[in-house]
């Protein structure tokens, strides 16, 4: 029998249920939550920063640990978030030949790249396959999708080509360069028009790049309780560049505003803050600009957002252009494709209820991108 490893989020639960575990102190604004584990009890205050908690999980590794989690059930504070499922497509209704929907399901044809579903229509008697979104590569969907997994793991272009060679897929680095362009840009155009629901702070910053040999920025606006990646923009400066079109694309994207929008450093932050979030009346956006204290954890979260993409920068000397595909590639490995041990094993989406099926995330985007 397997032990079954419980995620904080059910730890967090389970600590709810325990009488008197969880109580709010008036009088000092906190939540004090008994320790499982030993004598005392861990602090949980709700600040302008999000939650705040004395545990050394969420202290020293930046989680929403489950303390955290047993005060938000106890005390009904949760955020509810609905679940939209992405479902891999599998089935077609229609004849693709005569349109007609008196067809069968008949086995898979075997070719050197796998499986496909075949189809047989009983009205016109033809026989079809469905390779949605790969119908006319000369290289399979596993192969496809291999390649643009290891490339944003980590690997450098060349690395994943010698890699897919051991997998008997002979493509040359710049062949695999094109992949990643064609699918991205579909995925990216497909995944635009579904809004993840986002808390309601977020958090901005800058990354430095190099793009044919000279300096950019990378300006990247996350949600900072799911750690969605909202949206991107790269500029030529740091801190004077004009950044209200990322925080314009931020409204866009998740339909909402932020109660708080947090940001390090950059008057650019707060000009473009003041033209995209700060509004005379209604729910009023508040900016902090975060000072930078010693094992601060809201700082730790972007410093660890920018290590991805700062070890990345050996591997992305081949940018050749602003508007590359890799880094828009990137936002949506991110969100929608890499498991994060923070979340608990989720991915960011996911934590924003939208959920990727199968067993093969990329191919089940691209299916549904090409369907749309
Ligand atoms: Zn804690
Ligand atoms: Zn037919």
Partial sequence: MSKQILTREQKGQAIADIDGAVKFVESQNTYVVKSQSKKGAYYVTDTEL??????????????????????????A????????????????????????SKIVRDGLRHNKHGDIQKFHCKRCRKYFTINLGFEKMKH??????????????????????????LLGVDVTHQTIYNWIEKYTGLMEKYLEKITPNVSNAWRADELYLKI??????????????????IAQQVAHTKNTADVSPLLEKGK????TRPKTFITDGGHNFHTAYEKELYTVKGLRTKHIKHIRL????????????????????????????????????????????RDHEALDGKT?????????????????????????
């Fill in 50 to 75: 999000g939650w705040r908690c004395t545990c050394p999980d969420h202290e020293f590794r930046g989680v929403r640990c489950k303390h955290i989690f047993a005060v938000e059930v106890r005390f």
């Fill in 294 to 337: 010693q094992g601060d954890m809201n700082n730790n979260k972007m410093e660890r957002m920018n290590g991805e993409v700062r070890d990345r920068e050996k591997t992305m000397r081949g940018l050749k252009k602003m508007d590359t595909p890799i880094l828009k590639g990137y936002q949506l490995f991110h969100n929608y494709i």
């Fill in 252 to 255: 866009e994207i998740t339909k």
């Fill in 212 to 229: 044919k040999g000279n300096n950019k920025y990378l300006y990247a606006l996350m949600d900072d309780e799911t750690r969605f990646w």
């Fill in 348 to 372: 960011p989406a996911e934590k924003c209820g939208i959920k990727i099926e199968g067993e093969n995330k990329w191919i089940t985007l691209i299916q549904n991108a090409t369907k749309n």
């Fill in 77 to 100: 504070l949760h955020r509810i978030v609905e679940v939209k499922k992405i479902e891999p497509i599998t089935n077609v209704s229609q004849c693709i030949y005569c349109k007609c």
């Fill in 140 to 165: 399979s969907p596993q192969g496809i999708t291999t390649a643009m997994q290891l490339y944003f793991s980590g690997e450098s272009l060349r690395n994943t080509a010698r890699s897919l060679k």
